[in-house]
């Protein structure tokens, strides 16, 4: 079955950088569009990025435009967001999630890693 | 960018009833609709894709429908296991917007 593992999460001060990964297993990783996700303590989801299956169409909210960088390896089946100029607010737990359409790229969400949790303090 | 407005933004009810929750675009977003279910502590889980498609081993008893920019999630009989909040997410165009979320409690 779909297995969508996230790491990288942390604590980490204002300003500074951080990269979460996804190691995603039990689909063809390169067929799939994949996302990121965040949740704020408490608070609603909010869609962050999407790339498509092979990596050459990248979405962004425009609340992360500028600062992150959602990228994928398919020959290590792994997805990435790489987070700077952190800000308080974008602390959060971030979820890995893969699209829904074989050879997609922007589409419903089908399957979730547990989430990272991010917190930017000082 | 679309917006998608949820509502209610909360809901008590009892096991058995049948529960409504809406989602409405700013615009047309043809079928390009899908609902989650996320209980406390846990991942989203998707329930309804294309507006009225069920995902995979979710139970008939959850429908979805609508069309341009009004959607409907329908539960038909409430189950314990259904309390939960529930959000909706538009695809029709980046970003992807979600609803605020109707969090479904036991009255």
């Known amino acids: 079955q779909v297995q969508l593992v996230e790491s990288g999460g942390g604590v980490v001060q204002p300003g500074r950088s951080l990269r979460l990964s996804c190691v995603a297993s039990?689909?063809?990783?390169?067929?799939?569009?994949m996302n990121w996700v965040r949740q704020a303590p408490g608070k609603g989801l909010e869609w962050v990025a999407t790339?498509?299956?092979?990596?050459?169409?990248?979405y962004y909210a425009d609340s992360v435009k500028g600062r992150f960088t959602i990228s994928r390896d398919n020959s290590k089946n792994t997805l990435y967001l790489q987070m700077s100029s952190l800000r308080a607010e974008d602390t959060a737990v971030y979820y890995c999630?893969?699209?829904?359409?074989?050879?997609?790229?922007?589409?419903?969400?089908?399957?979730w890693g547990q989430g990272s949790l991010v917190t930017v303090s000082s | 960018d679309i917006q998608v407005t949820q509502s209610p933004s909360s809901l008590s009810a009892s096991v058995g009833d049948i529960v409504s929750i809406t989602c409405r675009a700013s615009?047309?977003?043809?079928?390009?609709l899908a609902w989650y279910q996320q209980k406390p502590g846990k991942a989203p889980k998707l329930l309804v894709h294309?507006?009225?498609r069920l995902a995979s081993g979710v139970p008939s008893r959850f429908s979805g429908s609508g069309s341009g920019a009004d959607f409907t999630l329908t539960i038909s009989s409430l189950r314990p296991e259904d309390f939960a909040t529930y959000y909706c997410?538009?695809?029709?165009?980046?970003?992807?917007?979600f609803g605020q979320g109707t969090k479904v409690e036991i009255k």
């Open positions: 999630a893969k699209g829904g359409v074989w050879f997609g790229d922007f589409s419903h969400l089908d399957s």
């Open positions: 039990g689909f063809t990783f390169n067929s799939y569009g």
């Open positions: 790339i498509s299956y092979e990596g050459s169409n990248e």
């Open positions: 615009q047309g977003i043809a079928d390009s």
């Open positions: 294309d507006t009225s």
């Open positions: 997410q538009q695809y029709y165009s980046p970003p992807g917007s």
